[in-house]
């Protein structure tokens, strides 16, 4: 049985929570908590989160603490039957402590220190910091520890940034310092010789500038920086959790991701948390065409976030209405707050949770969405939706703890990321590493196959099919793992801009794709970059598919070659290779395409590589098929994005989806 | 009779007159000065600006004045039956006090102090400016006092911005103090227990900043900090002029505004004057399609300075070319000047003045339009159209004091729409309080009827309806007093938007829109936003007229619907209603609609409510009629804004309009 | 004989060389340097440029000097036969001096200083970096003095920008001083009594900034700071120049420019050089629509370079495939490079130098073109074209040193751009002087004339034509120069916004265009700007043409008017008139015309003028033809810019051109 236990202790239940602020109604809290807790429990709510953002009624003043009120909370949902998901409120700080220890507030890459306000933004380095945090965390979890409600702990808030405060300088050199031992050692791995950059004391690094007030022409310092930066959130999650995993070792810790922020590197990050979670505000459009790319993203964010720890995850925030903070405040149609609620149960979500329960009176987001609004009571149509959905999880007990157990794999990596973000050439911006990714992603959810979102640092060895576009920068020994995958029988898809830098940033020498070059079996000379008007094409198969923005000149070696160029100068240079390689295949897009090319090209190479869909035969009409399964019986998700009626042929039988509808098929 | 005195003492013209630096031309002033006052009278000006600006010629060191050459001008205007609109200096300041009392410079958000340089930008704080300011008014105003050119005071030049300077910080916090008395009020009016942003010390209080960087999500402090800074201005206006109203008490004051300044209450800073002016640069495009937004935005921009005291005003500076800052310097066509100036006399000006009577030779203003440019000489076209409107204002002396007297009140309210410009949701920026206020105007324009623009404060008892969309933010006892404005027979209209939040930025509680719910009849549940490609529509007296942006769900309660959404999922509910309240009408329009609604529904607002235009069944064709009345007779102003030869039909009397003309008609 | 000696001492060819680093592979010399020299004598250079950069390899630590790696290259180089163009390595510093010597960063327009990073931001007035620049520059002077390899000085690299720090505003006032004398004098040329700007103390100067923070609005002073900035860098030039002429009086110094930089005035910058030399990276786009364009701007660089001194030049840098800055990186399509060479040469240079030899591995310049790639060998495409420039390079010893003996002459000014960019008015920043400036050039560039491009100081009396559109500012003596031109018998054509201001950015009085409304006989009363979607037309000789952006009204007055308005208010107004002075003419064009007008409008005057083009009777079609001389022979360079196959016939001849060939025709 593939079946992972529930993430909140002694909990077998999916979760149907809601971030909420009682402190922010503590003065009419005798009209509204009871009656909050009346909705939450009615809506089938079985969880809130509170705490968040709480220091400042926490400790009002330093040193005086006020748990009252918590107490009482906590109490009230223990009552209830409901669980806590209790944060530990380091997202922002109270104006007390920001007063007295200035330390805390970071600077930017100006070196221009922050004012008090906002959120997220404390120095990961400051020792005040640290000490004030690990005071408040211990004495909630002393406070709470044996107190039935608590179920699990949120720690901090959608943690990101980087702070560049004299503190931090200081911790990145020593961090340097224990990668690279030397200043000599720097000096050659980040190439400083160019521009005369060279270091010959450590205090004379300071971190990057975005603009041209500093370093920003040493590729390598950023690429460290951005790592330096994933381990000081790293250490700060390990300092401020340590009183946690001490006074309570068996409530597991979360900490809400964001699937868009690119800065940090998750993988890493969440081989520190007990549970991965995070929040999602797709803008869903309510038609077919504008909501299948919305829910393609959102898939593709699900599947990274599983991806993270290969195991189920919990959606910690979403919107029961519109965000507050889009470009355009949309409703949910009818029937889509269930549908964007069950496509994360279906990627491996264990809970649906909202921001926020109840809209704050005041301040920037008093018009994001909710389950409870300004007008307070059960009359709204959102209010409604949020009952359905509660309604509907509590038939998927048998649900939580289920994998996803995909055969295909999708790298996406976040150094490669940077790297390519850095890179100089090529089309600058519209490098578009995620996009492409995206892109590659789009085309096998349309296929129904269920992916695996990895990095380069994972285990292949379970995967029939690895596809891994554009793998500019090859880290530490995947090349060598990628080898051995192949020989071993795997199959390795990848493209243009590959195999060009080291984790460094330095270029490989003696030709592209450097370390892969023996198993893709090809040397890359150029790399020829089209303006948005031009194109070329790739002939394969008896077809020509359009070719665009970054058409590479390869020459085959060991590799034979599938697909050649249509026109310009390279005309019937290789454009599709194979290469066979012990018992594997290795193959190369030399060019940027469409869909249409990767939807034909991926299809063969899923054939031979045995790897089928969720569904059979069943070309993509507007209905995505998801699984989830314990090893045995598999929880075959089907959900219509499209805004009309839609049938689907599922195990032989004909199903129908009304507008939106989703459904659950058992096999 | 509904008639003011003339705004300078003892001088029942219009005014007609310019800006004009005579201390640019000290070194050249035989040459120049005499030619400029005899090209002035020959033009027909009675009038001229001076002293703005002339601070480092007045007092070029500390303590070391020189008045002679003012003296000489101040006399020469007087031997010419001149009047002099004198200016204090304080708009800009010499070199020498910002380098010796650097605290004069303004601090910006981010809390850097400006270089000396530009203008209008003194901390309005500062001790030492105040002080210098006294000290040069005072002599200014002993100086002249019994001069018999000085004709009115033109306090400092187009104030606006603020300053962030800890001078300001301080006097922040003790105008808070006042206004707030405890912390905990603030805490509890501004939300503070969101993010954690409590304040346990007044000194914890900062001015909110623009970016990241501070604070930013407190609305109500940003509310707060806009409020403080029309007082600040206040202020500094009281402190600068008390010498002047104590040696020269007959001797009336103005400052000259600028309508799109968006950043100080206006109606607040208007209560200190005793005239309003403005400064008007329309960016005139010379076709009827071009021209007729121009002039609607210039006519609402008209209405708003007499809305302000709800009296006639100045015109205090205009281009008699074209401008140095507008994208594109368009010269006048033939025609336009005079146009441009009756319009402003039209919509209740007692003066024509323009911005500059002679261009400077250097800096950035020399290619501002001027009425002598460089060339030096009257030969110029520029000139002689300024002798045409000389000619016209000699005929007018009779308009001067008239009034508008409307029967329509729209209301734009300065507080509302800080309010809506931080409003987070919705269509963020694209809510557009402004932008739509004149849109509704525009349909009023269109119809000829007077329309007096007033904020929430003013006074609803004299109007047969009042307009007030989007009232977001009802302040004070507003909503209160529109509802005994209905109880009593008033007529109210308003829109989706309405009645969300209170005085501090919080929203009311129990459903939208708040203390406007039993005015309105309606409950208002939800608001949705719409991509700029969509739409949906209002059903209304048989016709479907496009609907878009927002369109919010309103549930009728006492109120009967008028009319209905034609598509999506709230298809048929209420769109438009009416809801009878005592003797009164209040409608609530749910959507945003183009003109082609508003003018047909608010043709029966009209018609119901007895409220008629300048012109009887005159549908707009490109010439608007304005009237200015003492109750008695009626000077109607036609004006073509077409480039076409244009009919209108008057009193029964067809009147033909060549293309720009402008015709008195007097009833 | 017009020939010039060949630039490199006794090296009478045409140089073919490359930026070289050798001291970024120190490491791996033994398998990189010889193997480097190797392909480069292979690819037929005869020339390397080294030490950019090199600072922090040739003086690691203060004080201790490393040149052992750099002796070993110029013997190299010397054994090899080729010569070094030896860099003073000043264009970026090692991180020690900024460490020790903080005042070397530069300080940005808002007083805050860089961090150490980038390259050209050195503060060109500090001591310390004076001090050490002329230690390192004269231990490479005395060092190499007898070395055969020492071809030629590269002096910085790319000298750009400016510094706002306290040493570099004294040096500014003592400039000022040094040029104005008094504090009375600036206050009347700058026109500071506007807006009360007047300075009383030498100290309240300050550069001008960029944004509000502090002074923009006095065009004297921002003139004068451009003109003080170019000063700093011929003084930082003289400085560091200085030991290398003592040292070694026989070498020539160069330093290369970019010709699209406008911030430095070239024409003064050029006195000090021995040769100039420059960058050139135009963008190919592959076609004739997409590259004629792209042609005609390198075009007018190099002929810009080439007026600089009116000498032959150097092609500093030039990529032999595609950047890493561009937006896109296109390859050069075969055939390319050979032609992009050669067009340098026929616009008079003497040398094709790449930037770079080989890639480096690392930082921000990896992928920037060179002639070896990472891969490292001679079995790139890349590699094979700059082969092939080598050997046509080698047929064209007898082309070093000749003339371009232009008889028409085309002004671009750095002063007048300078000041018609800060001139408010008009149309802003549409102004565009430089892009109207290569308008007109395209005209010259297609009709096959020799241009030369001068400033208003160059001597007029070798033209027959000059062209001067846009002289907005009329420097110094210029005008009377003009005046005697025509009167000798010269033509000169000029435009609207000509003779508005003086040196000091003054507008003339009693009338434009100022100075030479005499030479013109007009009188220019107003200037009326379109908007994009609006235009107007000159009627001449029997034809229209579109007239826009910027029409003037003017007056002739002994001027004979030739083409008139053709609509608007202005309709019959003289658009295009012709003087005759003396024995001369002066045409003056009143409004921006498209390329048809000035295409037939300057074809009647170069007929007039008796100035013919290359090649007789050939329109323009794809192909180019320059010319160089030395005063007997002609080398023809003509130039196909498309990548179809040309004819052209040239001396009665029929020439066949295929896609993008270039041919030599001598006569």
């Known amino acids: 049985m593939k079946r992972y236990p529930p993430a909140i202790r002694a909990f077998p239940h999916m979760i149907h929570g809601a971030d909420y602020n009682p402190e922010q109604w503590l003065k009419w809290k005798d009209e509204i908590w009871q009656e909050d807790i009346r909705l939450a429990k009615q809506a089938g709510m079985n969880s809130l989160s509170v705490g968040i953002f709480a220091w400042s009624m926490l400790e009002p003043e330093e040193g005086e603490f006020h748990f009252e009120w918590l107490d009482e909370v906590m109490d009230l949902l223990a009552e209830n039957g409901m669980k806590a998901v209790l944060a530990t409120p380091t997202a922002a700080r109270p104006n007390w402590l920001a007063e007295k220890y200035p330390e805390v507030l970071r600077m930017n890459d100006q070196r221009v220190r922050n004012l008090f306000g906002g959120r997220h933004n404390h120095c990961m380095s400051s020792p005040a910091y640290r000490e004030k945090a690990r005071i408040i965390n211990t004495k909630l979890a ?28 200081q911790n990145f050199r020593l961090w340097l310092k224990e990668k690279y031992g030397s200043l000599d050692a720097i000096n050659e791995k980040w190439w400083t010789t160019f521009w005369s950059h060279r270091y010959t004391k450590w205090e004379q690094i300071e971190s990057p500038t975005r603009n041209w007030m500093g370093e920003r022409d040493v590729h390598g310092l950023r690429l460290d920086w951005l790592r330096f930066t994933t381990d000081q959130h790293i250490s700060f ?136 609004s300004h007008e307070g009571t059960e009359k709204t149509r959102v209010y409604k939706d949020v009952c359905s959905v509660g309604e509907t999880l509590k038939t998927l007990d048998d649900v939580v703890g289920t994998v996803k157990d995909g055969k295909a794999a999708l790298i996406f990596d976040y150094h490669n990321n940077w790297a390519l973000q850095d890179m100089r050439g090529a089309l600058q911006e519209r490098t578009a590493y995620r996009t492409e990714i995206e892109k590659h992603y789009a085309v096998l959810w349309k296929k129904h196959v269920p992916v695996e979102i990895i990095d380069q640092t994972c285990d292949l060895s ?206």
């Open 462 to 667: 379970t995967y029939k099919v690895v596809f891994a576009p554009m793998s500019y920068m090859l880290r530490g020994d995947f090349a060598k793992r990628v080898e051995a995958y192949v020989e071993q029988g795997g199959t390795f898809v990848t493209t243009y801009l590959t195999g060009y830098v080291d984790d460094t940033d330095l270029c490989f020498r003696h030709g592209f794709p450097g370390p892969l070059r023996k198993t893709l079996g090809i040397w890359a000379e150029e790399l020829d970059s089209l303006y948005p008007e031009d194109e070329n094409s790739i002939e394969w198969n008896g077809q020509s598919y359009r070719a665009h923005s970054l058409c590479e000149l390869v020459h085959p070696e060991t590799a034979k070659m599938l697909g050649q160029y249509g026109s310009d100068f390279y005309a019937g240079m290789a454009a599709l290779t194979e290469n066979v390689l012990g018992k594997g295949k290795a193959y190369y897009i030399a060019a940027r395409t469409d869909e249409d090319f990767l939807s034909d090209f991926y299809q063969t190479v899923l054939d031979e590589s045995g790897v089928s869909g969720v569904l059979k035969d069943q070309p993509f009409n507007g209905v995505s098929a998801q699984r989830r399964t314990d090893g045995e019986r598999e929880y075959v998700f089907l959900m219509n994005f499209a805004d009309t009626e839609k049938q689907i042929t599922v195990d032989g039988e004909s199903i129908t989806l009304s507008p939106r509808e989703v459904k659950l098929h058992t096999r």
């Open 237 to 372: 999650y390990r300092a401020e959790t340590a009183p946690l995993k001490e006074i309570t070792p068996d409530v597991p810790c979360t900490a809400n991701l964001m699937a868009d922020c690119e800065e940090l590197d998750y993988y890493a990050y969440a081989k520190e948390l007990d549970i991965v979670s995070w929040d999602n505000y797709p803008c869903w459009r309510g038609d077919e065409k504008g909501d299948v790319p919305i829910a393609i993203h959102a898939a593709f964010c699900h599947d990274l976030m599983y991806g993270l720890k290969r195991k189920p995850w919990f959606l910690m925030e979403s919107s029961p209405s519109c965000t507050n903070w889009q470009p355009v405040a949309k409703l949910h149609r009818p029937g889509n707050l269930l549908r964007q609620s069950m496509q994360a149960v279906a990627h491996g979500s264990d809970s649906v949770q909202y921001f926020q329960f109840r809209k704050s009176r005041g301040s920037s987001e008093k018009f994001h969405g909710a389950v409870v």
């Open 142 to 169: 002393e406070r709470y520890k044996d107190h039935p409600a608590l179920g699990m702990w949120h720690v901090s808030n959608e943690v990101s940034g980087d702070c560049h405060c004299p503190l931090c300088q």
